[in-house]
């Protein structure tokens, strides 16, 4: 159901101010911020994501070709951070991963890390390109919707996805009902207050179209550490870690990594610790509220 302008997608508090204003398509755009949880948001789907019934908004064609061209490099991505971020489920689950759900999951790049590691893995996206590339490559990705999903899993997983999800606050209850008891939620999203953020607020001529971390059409929602766990909070999930970090990747980290500049990677490094990486990781767990 469409909202009011002003109200916060999340808290639906309706006391929330604009903070910035542009223009899309001779349209006057407005991204308001929430008083009461600091998220940015605009009520309005610019540029619905095809078969998701206006429920969220689109990737940039060029990020998406990206996906497909580096598929390989992305492959190896998935796994390296996979290897990090799965004995931190393991733990906060209290027992061993088996059944995995990763929604938005593009052409599935994580399919064979999990394979190896006799993981079950269920990987969701409605990108029809995302399809065809995946059955290309013999993974099996799948384009149903997480109300057709009746398995439960130990873990569902989404990096880049809440960003672009019209109603967060539906979309993870939908989510806890397929967990396990004691089952891990995990989502990455950009940080909107980490330094790129930042910048791209303090460089309004040369980025009109954005505003920190909504970038319009397609990043329609803000999240900072504040606003995630708000939303976690909402929906009935146990916060467990919010963390904010940084990515030196080449090809997918923040604008910084291809300088090679050390100075400006250490300040970037250490500002992660201070809440201001780029990337913002938040881990829930199933909560009985019985």
């Known amino acids: 159901m469409p909202l009011n302008a002003n109200i916060c997608p999340i808290c639906m508090h309706n006391e929330s101010r604009v903070t910035?204003?542009?223009?899309?398509?001779?349209k006057e755009v407005q991204v308001w911020r929430c008083k009461d949880c600091d998220f940015d948001f605009i009520n309005t789907n610019l540029a619905p994501q095809q078969d998701s019934n206006d429920s969220s908004s689109e990737t940039p064609e060029d990020i998406v070709k990206k996906y497909y061209l580096n598929f390989v490099i992305d492959r190896e991505v998935a796994s390296k951070s996979l290897d990090k971020r799965m004995p931190i489920f393991s733990r906060i689950r209290g027992s061993d991963i088996r059944d995995v759900l990763e929604i938005g999951c593009g052409p599935g790049t994580a399919y064979n890390w999990f394979r190896k590691n006799n993981?079950?893995?269920?990987?969701?996206?409605?990108?029809?390109?995302?399809?065809?590339?995946?059955?290309?490559?013999?993974?099996?990705?799948?384009?149903?919707?997480?109300?057709?999903?009746?398995?439960?899993?130990d873990l569902i997983y989404f990096h880049q996805v809440l960003e672009h999800v019209m109603d967060p606050v539906d979309f993870l209850k939908?989510?806890?009902?397929?967990?396990?008891?004691?089952?891990?939620?995990?989502?990455?999203?950009?940080?909107?207050?980490g330094f790129t953020a930042i910048f791209r607020r303090l460089l309004n001529k040369?980025?009109?179209?954005?505003?920190?971390?909504?970038?319009?059409?397609?990043?329609?929602?803000?999240?900072?550490?504040k606003s995630l766990t708000k939303l976690f909070n909402i929906a009935e999930i146990e916060v467990c870690e919010m963390n904010e970090v940084e990515s030196f990747h080449e090809i997918y980290g923040e604008w910084y990594?291809?300088?090679?500049?050390?100075?400006?990677?250490?300040?970037?490094?250490?500002?992660?610790?201070?809440?201001?990486?780029?990337?913002?990781?938040?881990?829930?767990?199933?909560?009985?509220?019985?």
């Open 206 to 225: 040369k980025y009109p179209l954005d505003y920190g971390f909504i970038q319009i059409p397609y990043h329609l929602r803000a999240y900072n550490k």
């Open 257 to 290: 990594g291809s300088q090679n500049s050390t100075i400006v990677k250490m300040i970037f490094k250490f500002g992660s610790f201070l809440g201001f990486g780029t990337l913002l990781y938040g881990i829930g767990k199933m909560r009985d509220f019985s």
């Open 20 to 26: 910035f204003t542009t223009e899309y398509f001779q």
């Open 174 to 193: 939908k989510i806890k009902n397929l967990l396990k008891p004691d089952g891990v939620v995990a989502a990455g999203v950009p940080n909107n207050n």
């Open 119 to 153: 993981i079950n893995w269920m990987g969701l996206d409605v990108d029809e390109n995302a399809l065809d590339h995946a059955e290309k490559w013999d993974i099996p990705v799948s384009s149903q919707s997480i109300e057709e999903i009746n398995s439960k899993f």
